[in-house]
Every structure is written in C-alpha cells, then in structure tokens.
C-alpha cells in the first residue's frame, strides 16, 4: 500500500512574523508534529509550493528547519509565492531537474510519482514550459505499465470560481500529456485555498485547501473569495493496484470534538 502526504500553501515567514494575520510558523509546527504523530508510516510528504510568502531566504531557512523535523521523507516544488533562485540556494541545486525547474519523479510502492513546477516568477497565474511537457511526456511514457499520481502548484481544471483568473494558463496542453497514459490517478493542487475534486478530460483532479488561511469557495468567479482561518489540511493519499484514495486530513479545525469523543 503506497502512503503519501501533501501539503500545500505554506507562505512561511520566519517565527514572529504573521502572514494576512496568521503565524503560517507555528501552522507549520503544527503540521510537522501531526505528520510525525499520524502519518509517521508515510513513504513520502510532499509540499506542493507557496512554501514561503515572500521569496525571502530567511523564510526557507525557517523551512529547511522544519522539513528537517519530519519523520518521513519529504520532497518540494514551487509555486507563485516562491523564489526558484532563492529556493535553490537554500536547498541545493540537485532540486532541480535537467528541465532547469523543480521537477521530480519517483517510484514507490508500484506506482509512479510525479512532482511539477508550475511557477512564473512574478506571476500568480501557472504555466509548464514545453521542456516541462516533454519531460512530463518521458517520464509517462517510462511508467506506461504502472498507475501515476501527479503533483503539481496550480490547479489546471476550471473550477469556476474566481481562481480561475490564477489557473495553470496551458492547462489543456498539461491534460493532453497527461490523457497519453492509461492509468493517471490523482492530479493533486493547492494554490486556491481549499477543497475540491473534480472529473476533466477523463482524468481526476483534486485541489487542497492547505496550511494557511482557506477560502470559502462561492461559486460566482465575479465575487471575491472570503478568507478563513482554516482548516489548516493535508491530503492523504492511500494507493493500491486497484484504487486510489484521497483522505483529506484537517489538522488545525475550530469544530472542537462532541463530548465523549
């Protein structure tokens, strides 16, 4: 049974410094340590960009910390709130892959692992450049007898809200590559702040609500979004030859337990 967690949407700042009036530290402290105490069995996290909130090389050192306290192993990618160059300088150059982003694949447990980097620097839109999409098209075509699970900053599938105005911009490009192998199971996205799932182009996709603040997703893509306090959520993502499950585990909730719970 394959295991993995994926959290997203960090925008880490060093302790003391509140983020749209949140400690995103101590949320990530709080994520760690529930990592560590419920899914210490998990092959692999994955932090699904917006690591930190202003690209700033202080806020990955607080990060490196962090990661460096979990029980599992952990890999990244970037989303639109990161830095690539600072990213890099921190965590090393061997983040990167030969497509010169932070694009990574992995085996485990029969089945094959895909992690994308979808960031434009300066830009809270997405992309994937035509060497990520060859590259992505490679590491299908190598899997072609195994189910793939891909993992990647922002959300590709209209979701018909107002962070469609933010969307992977050459999403259907993305989807395409995609379509070409026979067993894609999860395509996971934070980026927008909260829950959904969603069926396109004959392919499942799934966005989390992440580490910071959540969203209240109202569905009119003229009406801004309300912020919230949480959850604060991972996604847990249990994987077998015949299914693909996709838990999604709220680590910081205000809905305290009924009596006798």
Avoid at 29 to 42: M, P, S, T
Avoid at 205 to 230: C, M, N, R, W
Avoid at 231 to 256: C, E, K, R, W
């Amino acid at each position: 049974m394959l295991k993995i967690v994926v959290l997203s949407d960090l925008h880490l700042r060093p302790k003391g410094i509140l983020v749209n009036g949140l400690d995103a530290h101590d949320r990530l402290v709080q994520g760690i340590d529930w990592l560590n105490r419920a899914h210490a069995d998990a092959d692999l996290c994955v932090l699904a960009g917006d690591l930190v909130d202003t690209g700033d090389k202080a806020s990955y050192e607080a990060l490196k910390h962090q990661v460096m306290r979990a029980k599992v192993p952990v890999e990244m990618t970037i989303g639109n709130h990161d830095d690539r160059d600072t990213f890099v300088s921190v965590f090393g150059k061997g983040q990167l892959s030969e497509t010169g982003f932070v694009d990574k694949a992995l085996d485990l447990h029969g089945h094959r692992i895909i992690i994308l980097d979808s960031a434009i620097t300066g830009a809270p839109a997405g992309r994937l450049e035509p060497a990520q999409l060859h590259w992505l098209t490679q590491r299908l075509e190598e899997a072609a007898d195994r189910p793939v699970i891909v993992i990647v900053h922002h959300h590709a599938n209209p979701l018909g809200t107002i962070v469609d105005k933010i969307i992977l911009e050459n999403g259907m490009a993305f989807a395409r590559a995609l379509s070409r192998h026979k067993d894609i199971r999860q395509v996971i996205a934070g980026h927008v702040h909260y829950t959904s799932t969603a069926t396109w182009m004959g392919i499942p996709f799934t966005t989390i609500a992440g580490g910071h603040y959540s969203v209240q997703a109202l569905l009119d893509p003229t009406e801004p979004a309300p912020k919230l306090t949480g959850p604060a959520q991972m996604a847990v993502v249990l994987g077998s030859p015949d299914a693909t499950t996709v838990h999604f585990d709220d680590y910081i909730n205000g809905n305290p337990r009924l009596s006798g719970r």
